[in-house]
């Protein structure tokens, strides 16, 4: 008869992890480490990666501010020739002086008509 699964133990599953655990970590000390010249290369590409970023930025930050300066401009237009508008639309209110002059037109007439 064949024998059947026997479940592993708590230490049995403990062990298997240690010995995992250690199998990493050689891996890992066994990795090529990089040379100075490859991490001052690794850098200087980040630094101009992140230069170009903030470049990027700020023309976005530029694109943008000129878009708002140009719908600004663009209202204030619109509200200039709304107000022109509205003040051509409104009926021309007469001075003091200038109904003092048309009443005095008026009298001379009526007297002219009369002599």
Request: hydrophobic share 45%; aromatic share 2%; net charge positive.
């Given at each position: ?17 240690v ?86 037109a ?10």
């Amino acid at each position: 008869m064949a024998k059947g699964f026997k479940t592993p133990s708590f230490s049995d599953r403990a062990n298997a992890s240690v010995a995992a655990k250690r199998a990493l970590i050689q891996q890992h000390k066994a990795a090529p480490k990089r040379t100075q010249a490859e991490l001052d290369a690794a850098n200087e590409r980040r630094l101009r990666r992140e230069a170009d970023a903030a470049a990027s930025r700020e023309q976005a930050r530029a694109a943008k501010e000129a878009l708002a300066r140009a719908a600004d401009e663009a209202a204030a237009a619109q509200a200039t020739a709304a107000a022109d508008l509205a003040k051509a639309a409104q009926p021309k209110v007469p001075t003091q002086a200038e109904l003092k002059a048309a009443r005095d037109a008026r009298y001379a007439a009526r007297k002219a008509r009369s002599r």
